[in-house]
């Protein structure tokens, strides 16, 4: 696992976008797997304006998303495919056949997780996934607890993350209670992991995964076992790190 320390948010972002672009560059029809909330937003933001001065080419791309609220449209503003179109697919020229999500409003939930799955293995595996990590460790929407081996299924959120995410509603009643999320078994299968963090508030959660014990009580924490991890995460987010 290689930890790289950026200094503060928008420094993370460039440094994230480099990486990201430099996946794409160095294979034009790569899969992307893509995450939302706060900290990729900066970068996408960046990978946008590249493309807009002509550098860079999202023609060949798939992406496939990590989540989806469960019980939410597309067409909602608080849904992760419109998150994903605001701030990236809408600014680039991706092939919007290429980019999956979970479909929230899929009446039957079991057999969502089977076809995402499924989605998932059609594009022959996934290059670099970007990831974020909450407040908890989760990534995706792998709550502690979840099993490392999982692939995609629906998680009942937790209070903590139901909390984390009530800044993008205008009430904790509108956060949905559940979600679709691809599981940790089909992250660890990515070529590549790319796990930005920032922000002191997830500074002591930061040096759990980095640096402790794996356990599904950090699901972030698996990551150490990934044989192409990079942590890139600024100094508020390491400002807790004692490596062992
Ligand atoms: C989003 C996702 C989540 C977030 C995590 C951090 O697709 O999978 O795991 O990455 O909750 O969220 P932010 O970046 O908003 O702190």
């Known amino acids: 696992m290689r930890i790289y320390k950026a200094k503060d948010y928008h420094d993370l972002s460039v440094k994230a976008a480099q990486i990201i672009a430099a996946q794409i560059v160095l294979k034009p029809d790569c899969v ?12 996408y933001e960046k990978l946008a304006e590249w493309h807009k001065a ?3 080419d999202f023609s060949e791309v798939t992406t496939v998303n ?3 609220y469960r019980g939410i449209p597309r067409e909602n503003e608080q849904s992760y495919d419109y998150f994903m179109r605001k701030h990236l697919f809408e600014k680039v020229n991706i092939d919007r056949s290429r980019t999956f999500l979970p479909d929230g409003m899929a009446p039957d939930g079991g057999q969502e997780c089977l076809r995402y ?4 293995r059609r594009t022959g595996g996934i290059d670099l996934q970007l990831l974020g990590m909450g407040h908890n460790g989760h990534i995706g929407f792998n709550e502690p607890g979840s099993s490392f081996a999982k692939g995609t299924h629906c998680v009942d959120l937790t209070e ?3 909390r984390a995410n009530r800044r993008f509603f205008s009430s904790e009643e509108e ?8 599981g940790i ?8 992991i790319l796990l ?3 922000g002191k508030e997830k500074a002591g959660m930061l040096n759990r995964a980095l640096f402790g014990p794996v356990t599904p009580e950090v699901p972030a924490s698996i990551l150490q076992f990934h044989r192409d991890a990079t942590v890139l995460a600024d100094e508020e987010a390491l400002s807790c790190c004692e490596p062992r």
Not at 176 to 182: D, I, K, L, S, V
């Open 32 to 43: 992307l797997g893509l995450a939302t909330g706060s900290s990729p937003v900066g970068a």
């Open 160 to 162: 903590s993350t139901i």
């Open 117 to 120: 799955d499924e989605v998932v």
């Open 54 to 56: 002509g550098n860079l």
């Open 196 to 198: 930005i963090v920032s």
């Open 66 to 68: 990590l989540d989806e």
């Open 185 to 192: 078994g089909t992250i660890m299968e990515a070529g590549k």
């Open 175 to 182: 956060v949905p209670r559940q979600a679709f999320t691809m």
